[in-house]
Structure formats: C-alpha cells, structure tokens
C-alpha cells in the first residue's frame, strides 16, 4: 500500500514539499483526519485530548 497517492495537497497549509505531507494525505485518504473548518489541516494547531482519541479509535479501526 502506498503511503501516499495523490499529490495534490488535501490542505491548503500542507503542500507536497512539507516533511509530514506523505502522512497527512494518507491519514486524510483513511478517514482519520478531516482538518480544520477552514480547508486547512493547522499543523501547529493545538489538539484536546479529546480529539487526540478519536485518530487513535479510527487508527484502529482502520486494523481490525
């Protein structure tokens, strides 16, 4: 499985030249992450503990 598809950026703020590009997109592609409301993924955006858990879960189920 490729880590990563598609290079055209998912987010505006994550374009193909940034090191976490790769695993933003495919994390994107599996329905882990859905980015800000903005159209922007917001890598320096904090994350609550909350959501921290739910990528966790969907990681998961991704496995199962």
Known sequence: DELCADTDPYFDDVDNLHWGFPFVQKIYEVDV???CTDG???PEGKVSRGEWSAYLYRAWLINR
């Open 40 to 42: 922007s993924y917001c």
């Open 33 to 35: 992450i859905s980015g």
